[in-house]
């Protein structure tokens, strides 16, 4: 349930669970945006981050 796809081309996350519009906190470790990601922390500052996350590659 905590996984999120890319929307659009800003860079922003849709969670699957909630339709939540999210971003990649900067201390996530990933270099690119993957298309799709799994999650393990929402968290919620200034901005709805998602944190701990691991890239899904559809071929899997």
Same mark, same amino acid.
């Given at each position: ?5 890319? *929307?659009? *081309?800003?860079?922003?996350? !849709? /969670? ?7 971003? !990649?906190? &900067?201390?996530?470790? !990933?270099?690119?945006? &993957? ?5 393990? *922390?929402? =968290? !919620? /500052?200034?901005? &709805?981050?998602?944190? +701990?996350? +691991?890239? =899904?590659? &559809? *071929?899997?």
């Amino acid at each position: 349930m905590q996984a999120a796809h890319k *929307e659009g *081309e800003k860079g922003s996350y !849709l /969670t699957v669970k909630d339709n939540q519009v999210v971003n !990649l906190h &900067p201390s996530c470790g !990933l270099d690119t945006q &993957p298309e799709w990601v799994l999650f393990n *922390e929402f =968290v !919620l /500052t200034t901005r &709805p981050y998602i944190r +701990t996350v +691991t890239d =899904v590659r &559809p *071929e899997w």
